[in-house]
């Protein structure tokens, strides 16, 4: 107290801070603001090579890309998932895309983050992958979403990352399309982050 009269009535409970409650009041103490404030971040990290041949069905069949699964448990009641993914793909073709899935203590997985659907369109988290007429190119792709899932404390929530591509195509991450083994051939990794958020 400035004019050295007086003392401070209380002094709250841990973790409340202290604010001023107006002119000649005495002071307050409350919850800090809550928002913003990443609890954990979990990742997968995926620099092997894999590759995919798309089904008779072509581009809406959809495959597990293995290797890029992520499983968070979350901290705290009613928090966001931030979910980050990177991949590095080569296509032979000017097919295919890639998308996310999620599940919630073991239920049935959905998409997530999906564009709105418009007619046969295929929807993922990514455009057509493509090609300038090299096998040697690959693209990096990426997409970020902020997710409010429903959930109880200590479930599990699996998200996971699906490619599909052309019919009779092959798709590949992490690698150029083309496997010679040569400077112009070309590797790089791939993954999913996720945070949770306050």
């Known amino acids: 107290n400035t004019r050295g009269s007086g003392i401070v009535a209380k002094l709250g409970t841990d973790g409340q801070i202290f604010t001023s409650t107006g002119p000649g009041l005495s002071q307050g103490f409350e919850a800090a603001a809550g928002g913003g404030v990443v609890l954990q971040v979990v990742q997968v990290y995926k620099t092997d ?21 992520v499983t968070v448990t979350p901290t705290k009641a009613s928090s966001k998932l931030l979910i980050s993914l990177d991949v590095v793909v080569g296509n032979n073709e000017n097919y295919g895309t890639v998308k996310i899935h999620a599940n919630v203590d073991g239920g049935s997985f959905a998409d997530i983050g999906e564009p709105d659907a418009s007619g046969n369109m295929t929807q993922g988290w990514i455009g057509n992958t493509h090609k300038k007429g090299y096998d040697t190119e690959t693209g990096t792709f990426n997409n970020t979403y ?30 150029s399309h083309q496997s010679t083994d040569a400077t112009n051939t070309f590797l790089a990794p791939s993954g999913i982050t996720v945070m949770e958020i306050d």
């Open 146 to 175: 902020l997710w409010t899932p429903t959930y109880d404390l200590g479930e599990d929530i699996i998200i996971k990352a699906l490619w599909s591509m052309a019919a009779g195509a092959t798709i590949v991450l992490n690698r």
């Open 49 to 69: 090579v894999t590759t995919q041949a798309g089904g008779s069905n072509g581009h809406n069949v959809f495959f597990d890309i293995s290797g890029l699964t």
